[in-house]
Protein backbone atom coordinates (compact mmCIF):
# COMPACT_ATOMS: atom_id res chain seq x y z
CA UNK A 1 0.00 0.00 0.00
CA UNK A 2 1.59 3.41 -1.10
CA UNK A 3 0.10 6.42 -0.13
CA UNK A 4 1.62 9.94 -1.20
CA UNK A 5 1.98 13.72 0.75
CA UNK A 6 2.43 16.28 -1.48
CA UNK A 7 3.50 18.83 0.53
CA UNK A 8 3.03 22.77 0.21
CA UNK A 9 1.15 22.71 -3.15
CA UNK A 10 1.25 26.65 -4.56
CA UNK A 11 -2.11 27.98 -6.79
CA UNK A 12 -0.75 29.03 -10.02
CA UNK A 13 3.16 27.49 -9.67
CA UNK A 14 2.54 23.90 -8.51
CA UNK A 15 -0.70 22.89 -10.36
CA UNK A 16 0.95 20.80 -13.23
CA UNK A 17 3.35 19.40 -10.99
CA UNK A 18 1.07 18.57 -8.06
CA UNK A 19 -1.55 17.16 -10.96
CA UNK A 20 1.72 15.14 -12.92
CA UNK A 21 2.65 13.45 -9.09
CA UNK A 22 -1.03 12.33 -8.62
CA UNK A 23 -0.40 11.02 -12.07
CA UNK A 24 2.38 8.99 -12.10
CA UNK A 25 1.32 7.69 -8.73
CA UNK A 26 -1.61 6.41 -10.03
CA UNK A 27 -0.15 4.88 -13.14
CA UNK A 28 3.02 3.21 -11.06
CA UNK A 29 0.59 1.90 -8.63
CA UNK A 30 0.14 3.81 -5.50
CA UNK A 31 -3.54 3.80 -4.12
CA UNK A 32 -3.61 8.15 -3.05
CA UNK A 33 -2.36 10.91 -3.19
CA UNK A 34 -3.52 13.34 -0.17
CA UNK A 35 -2.02 17.25 -1.03
CA UNK A 36 -1.55 20.31 1.28
CA UNK A 37 -1.09 24.01 0.59
CA UNK A 38 -2.93 26.05 -1.43
CA UNK A 39 -6.94 24.35 -2.03
CA UNK A 40 -6.88 23.45 -5.27
CA UNK A 41 -10.14 21.78 -7.29
CA UNK A 42 -8.73 22.00 -10.41
CA UNK A 43 -5.88 19.55 -9.64
CA UNK A 44 -8.23 16.92 -8.02
CA UNK A 45 -10.48 17.27 -10.69
CA UNK A 46 -7.68 16.82 -13.40
CA UNK A 47 -6.43 13.32 -11.91
CA UNK A 48 -9.64 12.79 -10.93
CA UNK A 49 -10.47 13.02 -15.10
CA UNK A 50 -7.49 10.34 -15.73
CA UNK A 51 -8.83 8.36 -13.88
CA UNK A 52 -12.73 8.22 -14.68
CA UNK A 53 -10.95 7.61 -18.35
CA UNK A 54 -8.33 5.16 -17.87
CA UNK A 55 -9.84 3.51 -15.00
CA UNK A 56 -8.38 1.77 -11.84
CA UNK A 57 -9.17 2.77 -8.40
CA UNK A 58 -6.95 6.10 -7.12
CA UNK A 59 -8.54 8.54 -4.37
CA UNK A 60 -7.01 12.21 -3.99
CA UNK A 61 -7.72 14.52 -1.77
CA UNK A 62 -6.62 17.75 -0.06
CA UNK A 63 -5.82 18.57 3.54
CA UNK A 64 -4.53 21.53 4.58
CA UNK A 65 -2.84 20.38 7.87
CA UNK A 66 0.10 17.67 6.47
CA UNK A 67 1.09 17.62 10.44
CA UNK A 68 -2.41 15.77 10.93
CA UNK A 69 -1.80 13.60 7.54
CA UNK A 70 1.87 12.43 9.29
CA UNK A 71 -0.22 11.79 12.78
CA UNK A 72 -2.54 9.77 11.13
CA UNK A 73 -0.49 7.45 9.05
CA UNK A 74 2.03 6.90 11.38
CA UNK A 75 -0.95 6.07 13.86
CA UNK A 76 -1.73 3.21 11.25
CA UNK A 77 1.62 1.98 11.17
CA UNK A 78 2.94 3.73 7.77
CA UNK A 79 6.36 3.72 7.08
CA UNK A 80 7.57 7.00 6.68
CA UNK A 81 9.61 8.29 3.26
CA UNK A 82 10.46 11.42 2.59
CA UNK A 83 11.96 11.90 -1.01
CA UNK A 84 15.07 14.77 -0.96
CA UNK A 85 17.64 15.51 -2.80
CA UNK A 86 19.77 15.41 0.82
CA UNK A 87 19.04 11.56 1.86
CA UNK A 88 20.33 8.74 1.56
CA UNK A 89 20.77 6.58 -1.93
CA UNK A 90 17.84 4.93 -3.12
CA UNK A 91 19.78 2.07 -4.22
CA UNK A 92 21.52 1.38 -0.57
CA UNK A 93 18.39 1.69 1.38
CA UNK A 94 15.80 0.13 -1.01
CA UNK A 95 15.72 -2.80 -0.03
CA UNK A 96 15.61 -2.32 3.68
CA UNK A 97 12.21 0.05 2.44
CA UNK A 98 10.49 -3.29 0.83
CA UNK A 99 10.57 -4.84 4.00
CA UNK A 100 7.42 -2.26 5.33
CA UNK A 101 3.90 -2.81 3.51
CA UNK A 102 2.34 0.00 4.21
CA UNK A 103 4.43 3.42 3.00
CA UNK A 104 3.62 7.08 2.80
CA UNK A 105 5.94 8.54 0.61
CA UNK A 106 6.46 12.68 1.05
CA UNK A 107 6.99 14.81 -1.38
CA UNK A 108 7.69 18.14 -1.05
CA UNK A 109 7.46 21.40 -2.85
CA UNK A 110 8.66 24.60 -1.63
CA UNK A 111 11.18 24.34 1.45
CA UNK A 112 10.38 21.15 3.44
CA UNK A 113 10.18 21.67 7.12
CA UNK A 114 12.78 19.95 8.91
CA UNK A 115 10.07 18.40 10.99
CA UNK A 116 9.59 16.36 7.82
CA UNK A 117 13.18 15.18 7.95
CA UNK A 118 12.84 14.53 11.67
CA UNK A 119 9.21 12.49 11.43
CA UNK A 120 10.22 10.48 8.44
CA UNK A 121 11.67 6.96 8.86
CA UNK A 122 13.82 7.46 5.58
CA UNK A 123 15.48 10.70 3.64
CA UNK A 124 15.63 9.07 0.82
CA UNK A 125 17.48 10.58 -2.17
CA UNK A 126 17.41 9.23 -6.15
CA UNK A 127 19.99 11.30 -6.88
CA UNK A 128 22.06 14.09 -4.65
CA UNK A 129 21.66 16.74 -7.11
CA UNK A 130 18.46 18.79 -7.69
CA UNK A 131 15.96 16.90 -9.48
CA UNK A 132 12.12 16.97 -9.94
CA UNK A 133 10.08 15.53 -7.73
CA UNK A 134 8.04 13.83 -10.21
CA UNK A 135 10.91 11.76 -11.40
CA UNK A 136 12.02 11.17 -7.91
CA UNK A 137 8.21 9.82 -7.06
CA UNK A 138 8.49 7.51 -10.14
CA UNK A 139 11.47 6.02 -9.65
CA UNK A 140 11.14 5.48 -6.42
CA UNK A 141 7.80 3.64 -6.54
CA UNK A 142 9.08 2.07 -9.68
CA UNK A 143 12.24 0.32 -7.08
CA UNK A 144 9.96 -0.55 -4.22
CA UNK A 145 7.58 -2.19 -6.71
CA UNK A 146 9.45 -3.59 -9.43
CA UNK A 147 8.24 -4.49 -12.68
CA UNK A 148 4.64 -4.62 -10.99
CA UNK A 149 4.99 -1.06 -11.52
CA UNK A 150 5.09 -0.68 -14.82
CA UNK A 151 2.45 -3.51 -16.18
CA UNK A 152 -0.05 -2.22 -13.58
CA UNK A 153 -3.61 -3.03 -15.07
CA UNK A 154 -6.62 -0.83 -14.61
CA UNK A 155 -10.04 -1.99 -13.99
CA UNK A 156 -13.12 -0.22 -15.18
CA UNK A 157 -11.03 1.79 -17.66
CA UNK A 158 -13.33 3.23 -20.12
CA UNK A 159 -10.35 4.00 -22.84
CA UNK A 160 -7.10 1.83 -23.35
CA UNK A 161 -3.96 3.03 -25.03
CA UNK A 162 -2.70 0.61 -27.23
CA UNK A 163 1.06 0.63 -27.54
CA UNK A 164 3.20 0.88 -30.94
CA UNK A 165 6.03 2.05 -32.35
CA UNK A 166 4.76 4.94 -34.30
CA UNK A 167 1.31 7.09 -34.17
CA UNK A 168 -1.45 6.68 -31.41
CA UNK A 169 -4.02 3.52 -30.70
CA UNK A 170 -6.66 4.12 -28.36
CA UNK A 171 -9.44 1.78 -27.96
CA UNK A 172 -12.71 2.81 -26.29
Not at 99 to 105: F, R
Request: with cysteine; glycine share 8%.
Amino acid sequence: MISILRLGHRLHRDDRISTHCGLVARALGAQEIIYSGDKDDKMIEGVERVKQRFGGRFAVSYQPNWRKVITNFKKKHYTLVHLTCYGLPLQKKITSIKKNKKLLVIVGSEKVPGEVYQESDYNIAVTSQPHSEIAALALFIEGYLGKKALTKTFPKAKVKIIPQERGKKVID
